[in-house]
């Protein structure tokens, strides 16, 4: 079975072809690929324009990279939510309208399904039930996942996403956006003391993340060290907060693991491309006997390829999608 | 609305030409507990078709009043009220709809148009608009503006710029808090 992958919830258009649930033959990002440059080379542009105007050549690439034309597609799997209205509705719009024309099924799919599952597009694939750390610019969440469309929400940000909090530490600090490799990068250089941020691990039982008040610590720091005339040491703020980070991160997931008695950890995410979460993850995954799997960035990141995927076990699982059926701005696994 | 009788606040500034356009008013919170008592006033106080503006530095408490402000909007305890900065608009059931937009990842009101965020403006929700600058030209006269300062503690100073529609409702907010005005500001 040929999937065709569309997706369009956030900054980029993507469109991919995979074949059943293993083998990927193309993935095209209207960003990296050619079909529009950021604007300004900066932030991309978010405008739903700009998915509609990448939609058709991002889907038309994607088919010719894998030499196949749209005939040989035996399915169109599409994020339905969470998003922007404006910007889900292009793609969905698009998958429904070639549905109807061509009779090819469609099958939405929730965007967190797909990152949920991402690691399964890697040569090394876990069984389940695993426990999927989810951390990107809009994302922190734990899920328990026990299926191909078996998902329970154990725990989620309360204020800011781990990504974000990168982002916004590193605009405080004056590096270029999106912030993460630059904090990255910085953190890499510093091998002094660091400084002893807060970390919020609420309470022993939840599962939950909160980065908005480390954001604040970092921004009360920068303020000290200015007012008392000393010079930042860029490159240990970033370490400090970094690990700050990381370390949260970490022990939620290992303590999700042990709470639910799982012995398999999966990280997914833009934040997994962050070299020392995978490395810490690693580290502490490995002392607790527990296996751990961790998607390339290609894979971690937003793409169609883990749309396909989902979509490929959404369309087993329980068949195509109503051709009435919309799209929604609230993620459906909670 | 009732504000044509130009329901008076205390410390309202009313000279130099801001009279038409509304009063401006300074609301100092002396700590967490104040800014959260306010924003869940706020959100008590919201009508059908509010925009509520904050405006602010990183770190000056955007996400933490709007918090609150949908604490007085009845929205759920499980529904939690996270930064929108990444998704642009965070929508949340309440007593009436709650549209958190945060502008910004946003360039300009052109791609805020695009998007259809300004639809949201005059649906039956209350609409808070972190980074409202991005929007400059399309926001509704109605709104009202509120620009948060981090002084470098818990304590946060509010400048408030007030529509009419708003001034009668602000006047019963404060004549039950009057703490959360300056101390320098005469009483009534």
Same mark, same amino acid.
Not at chain 2, 117 to 124: A, R, T
Not at chain 2, 177 to 184: D, E, I, K, V
């Given at each position: 079975m040929l999937i065709l992958g569309i997706e369009s919830s956030c900054d980029d258009t993507a469109a991919a072809i995979l074949e059943n649930d293993r083998t990927l033959h193309a993935s095209v990002l209207s960003s990296q690929d050619g079909i529009h440059r950021p604007f300004g080379g900066v932030v991309p542009e978010l405008a739903s324009r700009k998915h509609l105007e990448s939609v058709y050549p991002v889907v038309a690439e994607a088919l010719q990279r894998a030499r #196949?034309?749209? *005939? *040989? #597609?035996?399915l169109i799997a599409v994020t339905q939510g969470p998003g922007l209205i404006g910007s889900l509705l292009v793609g969905f719009s698009f998958a429904k309208a070639i549905s109807a024309v061509t009779a090819i099924p469609f099958r939405g799919v929730d965007h967190m399904a797909g990152h949920i599952l991402?690691? +399964? !597009?890697? &040569? &090394?694939r876990p069984t389940f039930p695993y426990i999927a750390l989810i951390a990107s610019g809009g994302t922190t969440s734990l899920y328990l996942a026990e299926g191909y469309t078996s998902f329970s929400h154990l725990g989620r940000t309360r204020d800011d996403a781990a990504g974000e909090a990168f982002d916004k530490v590193a605009k405080l600090l004056d590096l270029p956006y999106p912030g993460g490799p630059h904090v990255a990068r910085q953190a890499a250089g510093w091998k002094g003391d660091l400084i002893s941020f807060p970390r919020a691990w609420l309470n022993e039982e939840s599962l939950d993340f909160s980065f908005s008040g480390l954001k604040t610590a970092v921004l009360n720091h920068c303020r000290q060290q200015s007012q008392a005339g000393s010079e930042l040491a860029v490159g240990q703020v970033c370490a400090s907060f970094q690990e700050a980070v990381v370390d949260v991160l970490v022990e939620k997931t290992m303590r999700a693991a042990r709470r639910h008695g799982i012995g398999t950890v999966v990280l997914g995410g833009g934040v997994s491309a962050n070299a020392r979460l995978r490395q810490a993850l690693a580290t502490r995954a490995g002392e607790q006997g527990l296996k751990c799997f961790m998607p390339r960035p290609a894979f971690s990141t937003d793409n169609a390829a883990m749309i396909a995927l989902a979509g490929y076990h959404g369309f087993i699982e329980s068949g195509p999608s109503a051709i009435d059926s919309d799209v929604y701005s609230r993620s459906s696994l909670g | 609305m009732e504000s044509e009788t130009g329901c008076q606040l205390p410390g309202m500034d009313k000279g130099d030409g801001v009279s038409d356009m509304g009063g401006q008013i300074s609301i100092y919170l002396k700590n967490l507990e104040e800014t959260r008592l306010f924003g869940c006033e706020l959100g008590k106080l919201a009508l059908p078709g509010d925009v509520i503006c904050l405006d602010g530095d990183l770190g000056a408490g955007k996400t933490t009043l709007t918090q609150a402000i949908a604490q007085g909007l009845q929205v759920p305890d499980s529904e939690y009220v996270t930064s929108?900065? +990444?998704?642009v608009l965070h929508q949340y059931p309440g007593r009436i709809p709650l549209y958190h937009m945060d502008f910004y990842r946003l360039h300009d009101a052109a791609e805020i148009l695009d998007l259809g965020? *300004?639809?949201? +403006?005059?649906?039956?929700g209350l609409t808070v608009i972190e980074w409202p600058i991005r929007a400059a030209g399309i926001l509704p006269a109605h709104r009202l503006d509120l620009t948060l300062e981090n002084p470098g503690d818990d304590s946060r100073i509010i400048r408030c710029t007030c529509p009419p529609e708003w001034e009668a409702r602000l006047a019963v907010l404060f004549s039950q808090? $009057?703490?959360? !005005? $300056?101390?320098?500001t005469p009483e009534h």
């Open positions: #196949i034309t749209l *005939d *040989d #597609i035996d991402s690691v +399964f !597009l890697e &040569e &090394e | 929108p900065s +990444f998704a965020l *300004d639809e949201y +403006f005059s649906l039956s808090h $009057p703490g959360l !005005l $300056p101390a320098s």
